[in-house]
Nanobody
Framework: QVQLVESGGGLVQPGHSLRLSCTAS????????IAWFRQAPGKEREGVSC????????LYGDSMKGRVTISRDYAKNTVFLQMNSLKPEDTAVYSC????????????????????WGQGTQVTVSS
């Protein structure tokens, strides 16, 4: 069974940075569009960023635009989400999905036809 695995979360102070990783066994992520989402307690899941498979085009939602960068390491079959200048309101479970297409709607970067997903990694921003 294919599953994505997120890592890199943790507790950080406001203004600090984290880099999240999304990896998988049994599937070549380089062939898929990969999206990062987040879900805070009591809130709906929100699209943060998405990267296309072959040409690496990127999309960002408004919530973290300018503070996050999504990227791929093709050799390591890994997608990263670099998050800078973190704020307490960024506290959430961050997860990655693999699907067929990235797009923007309602100020979020979203993903079509999700095929694989992970359990997420907790990010807590607090002093």
């Amino acid at each position: 069974q294919v599953q994505l695995v997120e890592s890199g979360g943790g507790l950080v102070q406001p203004g600090h940075s984290l880099r999240l990783s999304c990896t998988a066994s049994g599937v070549n992520l380089n062939n898929w569009h990969i999206a990062w989402f987040r879900q805070a307690p009591g809130k709906e899941r929100e699209g943060v960023s998405c990267i296309e498979g072959h040409f690496g085009a990127t999309l960002y939602g408004d919530s973290m635009k300018g503070r996050v960068t999504i990227s791929r390491d093709y050799a390591k079959n890994t997608v990263f989400l670099q998050m800078n200048s973190l704020k307490p309101e960024d506290t959430a479970v961050y997860s990655c999905d693999a699907g067929y297409g990235c797009y923007v709607r309602d100020d979020q970067s979203l993903l079509r036809n999700t095929q694989y997903w992970g359990q997420g990694t907790q990010v807590t921003v607090s002093s």
